[in-house]
Nanobody, 119 residues
Framework: QVQLVESGGGLVQAGGSLRLSCAAS????????VGWYRQAPEKQRELVAE???????NYADSVKGRFTISRDYAENTLSVQMNSLKPEDTAVYYC?????????????WGQGTQVTVSS
């Protein structure tokens, strides 16, 4: 069982920056794909950015060049630096860790943190 706890959300003006962090309950980065998802009101949850155990990153087109995902092995923390924020970035942001082991999919979610970008 993996526990994930997000922090760092808040209210920011358009063009501003926020940094979200996700504290994991153990050393998971070597075996899990970890990432950030978001869900705006009345919309489906969508991938924002993820990083594989090998360090490969993947970003949604809408955030490329503005968001940067990173992980800290020593602190077991996943982060995303969000710059040049837009009102359309407003959503609840969730941390996720997933892996496949022996043919079984494992996926864990944090409780989410609200990001609101005002115009």
């Amino acid at each position: 069982q993996v526990q994930l706890v997000e922090s760092g959300g808040g209210l920011v003006q358009a063009g501003g920056s926020l940094r979200l962090s996700c504290a994991a309950s153990g050393s998971i980065f070597s075996v899990y794909i970890v990432g950030w998802y978001r869900q705006a009101p009345e919309k489906q949850r969508e991938l924002v950015a993820e990083i594989t155990s090998g360090g490969t990153t993947n970003y949604a087109d809408s955030v490329k060049g503005r968001f940067t995902i990173s992980r800290d092995y020593a602190e077991n923390t996943l982060s995303v630096q969000m710059n040049s924020l837009k009102p359309e970035d407003t959503a609840v942001y969730y941390c996720n860790a997933r892996r496949v082991r022996s043919g079984i999919n494992y996926s864990y979610w944090g409780q989410g943190t609200q990001v609101t970008v005002s115009s």
